[in-house]
């Protein structure tokens, strides 16, 4: 769903930025609770996200079916990744 109306925001500079602006939305929000199961909102998949991006999402009752951003960011590392190869 795409909202409707626009709701004052800074510039977006990452594709996160827009995810989180998104989350806060007052009509997805609206959106988002109005179709819990059972106090469940579902899961969420994103392109790019980060960890307000989790956050916002668990607090509408969404899973975010990736590995967490904090892991995502850990094995982006070049180090790391050489390390764990």
Do not use: W
Request: proline share 5%.
């Amino acid at each position: 769903m795409s909202p409707l109306n626009e709701v004052p925001h800074e510039e977006f500079q990452s594709i996160e930025d827009i995810n989180n602006y998104l989350l806060t939305h007052p009509e997805v929000t609206e959106f988002i609770e109005s179709r819990k199961v059972k106090g469940k909102a579902g899961k969420a998949m994103f392109l790019m996200f980060d960890e307000k991006t989790e956050k916002l999402a668990r607090k509408l009752g969404l899973e975010v079916i990736f590995p967490s951003a904090k892991m995502r960011t850990f094995m982006d590392n070049k180090v790391n990744t050489n390390r764990i190869a």
